[in-house]
């Protein structure tokens, strides 16, 4: 385990972002880092069930302490992590919704940030949702070829249909979710506070 703290240990990540990968170094520079204290770790536990990271359309990087200190102590995950969370800001998934079913939604986007950072050569975690090497993605009985070049949109309607009759695989594809997605009606610039927090943790609702 690091002897950095949980903001020392992103920090840090965000400054090898700008050194290591050109393409997410500007976006890293909006991210505006908004630690959870002990009551609002407890408040998102009780509500979601777990307490990690998550980012908003403000980017608004939130994060849970311990699960940076516990669980991204390496470089290679801080990096990574920081990564997915610039691309849900960058991609505007939090705003891109619309009236699609939430959960598998949630998985689409997640999908396609891995994607992305697989081909970059990002770490990518054992249970997270991302193509093989093949650039394709099972689900139930479907093959998703080329995922890398299909948007969030695209994917959720090839996966929409294996997965709303099969809610044990959707379950178990959700488990591959590190993060926690904060829903918005709203464009955001980055400033500010949130309009729409609740108990002040910033969270309104998981994907």
């Known amino acids: 385990m690091s002897d950095l703290n949980a903001e020392e240990l992103i920090v840090r990540g965000k400054i090898q972002i700008q050194h290591d990968f050109p393409f997410f170094a500007y976006l890293s520079l909006k991210l505006k880092l908004r630690e959870w204290n002990k009551e609002e770790v407890e408040s998102i536990k009780k509500q979601l069930g777990f307490c990690t990271m998550a980012v908003d359309i403000k980017n608004n990087l939130y994060y849970n302490p311990e699960f940076v200190e516990k669980e991204l102590g390496s470089d290679d995950k801080i990096i990574s992590v920081l990564a997915h969370e610039i691309l849900h800001c960058s991609l505007l998934h939090p705003i891109r919704t619309g009236n699609r079913n939430p959960e598998i939604w949630n998985i689409a986007i997640d999908l396609c940030c891995n994607a992305i950072l697989k081909n970059n050569g990002f770490y990518i975690g054992e249970k997270w949702i991302y193509p ?20 969030a949109e695209e994917l959720y309607d090839e996966i929409i249909d294996e997965l709303t009759k099969n809610n044990k695989l959707m379950k178990d594809l959700l488990e591959g979710n590190f993060d926690i997605h904060i829903q918005s009606k ?22």
């Open 132 to 151: 093989d090497n093949n650039d394709e993605f099972v689900v139930g009985k479907k093959t998703i070829k080329e995922v890398s070049k299909k948007s």
């Open 186 to 207: 709203e464009k955001g610039d980055g400033e500010g506070k949130e309009k729409e927090e609740k108990e002040g943790n910033g969270i309104n609702n998981k994907y």
